[in-house]
Every structure is written in C-alpha cells, then in structure tokens.
C-alpha cells in the first residue's frame, strides 16, 4: 500500500468514525405518501406533453414507485459489496485497510437496513427488483479477484452511477418528502468515502495495465455499464403500472426516447466515464 493511499485511509477511518445509526438519523415520522420522492426533472417521463397532461397525484405516485425501484437496485448494490468485503476481512494482514473495510461493511449494512425501514412503513407494493437478474454484472461483482482492476472498475461504475442522481435528489429538499432527503443525506456523505476510497484503490489496481489490457476490458466494462444505466435510470414496466399508468410497456418505451432524461442521464454519468477515462479507459454510453 503506498504512502497516499495510507494517509487516505487513516482520514477516511477517522471521518467513519463518530458512526450514528441512519435509521436514527431519518425523521420518519415526516413520511408523506402525498408528495414527490424524486424531484420531477429526475422523472423517467419529465418533459414529456404526455408527463405533463398526468394528474398531479399520479406524477407523484411515479416519483414514489421510481424512488422505491432506485432503492431496490441501491440493496441489490449493497448486498454484493458487503458480500465481497466480508469475503475480504480473512485475505489481508493490513490492520488499516481491514479496519476501513469493517467501517465500510458497517455503513453499508446501514444503509441497506434504511431502505428497508422505508419499504415497511410505506406499505407500499414493491416494484420487484430486476437487478438480480443482470447476470454478467452479477457473475463480475461477486467472482472477480477483489484486487483486481475489473473488480473496482464495477465498484467505482456502480458506486458513482447511483450517487450523481443522490446529489441532484439532495439539492432539491424543498421539493421533496423530507424523510426522503433525510435518507439521501445519510446515503451521499457515506458514499463520498466510499467512492474517495474506491477511486484510489481503482488508480492503483488499473494504472497497472497494459494498453492491450485496457483495450481487452473495454467491451466488457462496456457492458457492464449499460446494464447498471438502464437499470437505475430506466424503470421497467411494472413501474409506471404501480403508478397507476396502464400499459407500462408503452410508459418505458416513452422513457427511452425521452429527449430530457437522455440528457439527464448523461449529465449524471459525466463524472464516472471522466473518471474512467483519466485511467486510459474510455467508456461509451448510448441510450437504450
């Protein structure tokens, strides 16, 4: 481990450190099943004559059942990243970094337990996640050598693709449930220094690679990318349908020719492809 990345760990222990549960830091009781969970320019539809003719109580009932797949999609997320840490604590004698991974393990499954919370006392219909589903994201997050570049390649891409469309949820607390935002918070402050901590590791692990190496990985990356996007960012039918939209398939094809969410989409993945091509690994996204 080299000099930077030790003093990295040591401030990112110490930020960790003062730890307060998150289901403790959610006002909860300020829970409105009557108002907008997503700020409406983060809607799969927004910008649409058709979003905009919507009813208000239905765009609000969308942005509910399109924050709760985005949750179901940030579980999934977790499950695979605490997985692998754990796997992770017996394989390293460095006492800093297994210490930062408890730290990390510990936030995780705090953010996990959060959504949960959420998902029970809304009593809402569960979207029904798909994530799981997406085998090759599945077969890399959970068997790729932990050290490896692909490893933390789909670590960065899965950490980033989330947060970008988090920080745009927090700057609009006025528009928005605040139980919700009280939940992004918690999400985004803890996801800096996990995606700080996934960047550094990312820089040592990729700058390794033989220009054929990096050429070797792109498709596979690629791929890789595109299902996480259209995963977070592209609801499946059964969304729109738990929204009170009938033939969902007809609202998820608006969705991919929606010119306002294309370019929503790009605006949130601009600083993870920045960040890959930095290292010498240019991703390309097109939308579905």
Known sequence: MTQSSSEL??????????YRDPLARVDWEALNL???????????????DAYESLPLERRQALSRYEFLHFIEGALWLESLF??????????????SRTAYRLHELREEAGHSLMFLELMRRSRLPMPGTRFRRFNLANLLGRHAPYE???????VLIGEEVPDRMNR?????????????????????????????HARETLGNTIDRLSPLQRALFRPLMNAVFHQFVR?????????????GLPDG??????????????RFVDQCLASV???LEEHGLKLRWRSP
């Open 82 to 95: 605490m997985e692998r840490i754990s796997r992770a604590l017996g394989d390293d004698a460095d006492l």
């Open 9 to 18: 760990l040591a401030q990112l222990r110490r930020n960790s450190m003062p």
């Open 148 to 154: 490896s570049a692909a490893f933390w390649i789909a």
């Open 249 to 262: 398939r007809h609202w998820a094809r608006l969705a991919r020719t929606n010119a306002h969410h294309t």
């Open 168 to 196: 745009l949820i927090r700057k609009h607390r006025d528009d928005i449930c605040p139980t919700i935002h009280d939940m992004i918070t918690v999400h985004v402050i803890d996801e800096a220094r996990h995606i700080a």
């Open 273 to 275: 492809l920045h960040v």
């Open 231 to 243: 995963a977070f960012y592209y609801p499946p039918p059964r969304v729109y349908e738990l929204a």
């Open 34 to 48: 009557e108002s907008f969970w997503l700020p409406e320019q983060a809607l799969s539809l927004y910008g649409l």
